[in-house]
């Protein structure tokens, strides 16, 4: 009777084989192995399906808002460390396709700077900067996450095509004058109809181009709005940054007409996610479902015309978290027992934690982590 091999064992077995049938070290062997490592780099596809730019049927109407306060830097040394601390920052941003960074200042009022569109601005006369603005963490946080390369997906190789690039319009006008010349990283520059001021960074429409039957020398393509991508191919395009002076404006200031449709409160003393996740309303839902000013309430909507965009805010506190930015914003009434009031959904993305705290940092991966599936799915009910 013969002995039947354990799965173990056969494996082994094939194992063995393929090393014995191998050839052996001297000068044709050494040839051979070349020859099949050749072979097998060149039919091999080592590229990333991430890498490859896939424009979708249709685009995505929703946006997805991630809120912080700038003093979560605060604990690291060095220039050098906070650096890197928003470099990691900004990783989990662009992996979780957020579209919009607020920066919130959660100290009080009366400390506070007024940061609202100052980044990039704080000079004083002759260049130098203002020394109070460059030491506000809000400001330098803002600024770092501002020109971080990540890469967003945008960030093509010359060789690459897509329905639309990023560029820059040089100084170089087209032989007949009009429009302008736009460096977008190809080849050949890229012409526009419009006449902008050079430097300017501009979205392109690139249309069904053929760098080989330019035009001219040109290859023709028109500006388009940087959420084009998103709404039209539903690329994700990278993230715009907003500073709020304090917790009550990253909602009173927020920069869509209607403001957030759904808000979400992270702190250990939320509701545990896997209960929350279920509360999630459809946020993007295109002529169903709205959200009232009342917390956590949803009506119905009688009409068949309603198709605006749906906005998620999903808001992380500082070291001692949300709570103490709240009892620090005198515009609020409530305090920060009873933050929970200010948000439609009060969650715990990581329940039983091991660790006595959790950085913000962590907690945007930890969180963005449980919640992006049930976005994409939520999101996508209207479409």
């Known amino acids: 009777m013969s002995q039947v091999k354990s799965p173990k064992k056969r494996k082994r077995t094939q194992i063995e084989k393929t090393i014995t049938s191998r050839p052996t070290n001297n000068s044709k062997g050494n040839a051979t192995n070349e020859e099949s490592s050749i072979t ?32 979560i830097i605060e604990n690291a040394q060095s220039a050098e460390l906070k650096t890197y601390l928003a470099g990691q920052i900004a990783r989990a941003l662009a992996i979780f396709n957020v579209d ?5 200042n959660e100290s009080k009022r009366d400390d506070s700077l007024s940061t609202t569109g100052k980044i990039g ?7 130098e900067e203002d020394n109070n603005v460059s030491n506000d963490p809000n400001i330098f946080l803002a600024r770092v996450l501002q020109y971080l390369e990540t890469p967003h997906s945008h960030h093509f190789r010359q060789e690459e095509k897509s329905p639309y690039r990023e560029g820059v319009v040089i ?8 429009g302008s010349l736009v460096d977008a990283g190809l080849t050949k520059h890229v012409k526009i109809d419009r006449s902008l001021k ?6 392109l429409d690139m249309g069904n181009y053929d760098v080989n039957k330019a035009h001219n020398n040109y290859i ?5 709005s940087p959420k084009t991508p998103r709404e039209e191919s539903g690329l994700y395009w990278g993230y715009q940054i907003r500073l709020a002076d304090s917790i009550s404006k990253v909602f009173t200031e927020c920069t869509y007409p209607d403001g957030y449709d759904v808000t979400i409160g992270t702190s250990e003393r939320g509701n545990p996610i896997d209960q929350a996740l279920e509360q999630i309303p459809e946020f993007s839902i295109g002529g169903k479902y709205a959200f009232t000013s009342q917390k956590s309430q949803i009506i119905l909507l009688h009409t068949t015309n309603f198709y605006q965009d749906r906005h998620l805010l999903v808001v992380f506190g500082g070291l001692g978290g949300l709570e103490v930015a709240i009892d620090s914003d005198q515009d609020l009434t409530c305090t920060g027992e009873e ?45």
């Open 220 to 224: 023709q393509a028109k500006v388009v």
């Open 100 to 104: 919009e960074v607020v920066i919130f």
């Open 121 to 127: 601005k704080n000079r004083k006369k002759g260049g």
């Open 339 to 383: 933050a929970d009031a200010l948000f439609d959904l009060w969650v715990n993305t990581c329940p039983n934690q091991g660790s006595r705290t959790i950085r913000t940092e962590e907690a945007i991966l930890i969180s963005m982590a449980c919640l992006r599936q049930t976005i994409t799915e939520k999101g996508k009910k209207s479409i």
């Open 40 to 71: 097998f780099s060149s039919s091999l596809n080592n590229q990333k399906p991430s890498h490859i730019v896939t424009p979708q049927k249709t685009g995505r109407k929703y946006t997805v808002s991630v809120a912080f306060p700038g003093s």
């Open 171 to 178: 100084e170089k006008l087209p032989k007949d004058g009009q």
């Open 198 to 203: 050079p430097g300017i960074q501009v979205t």
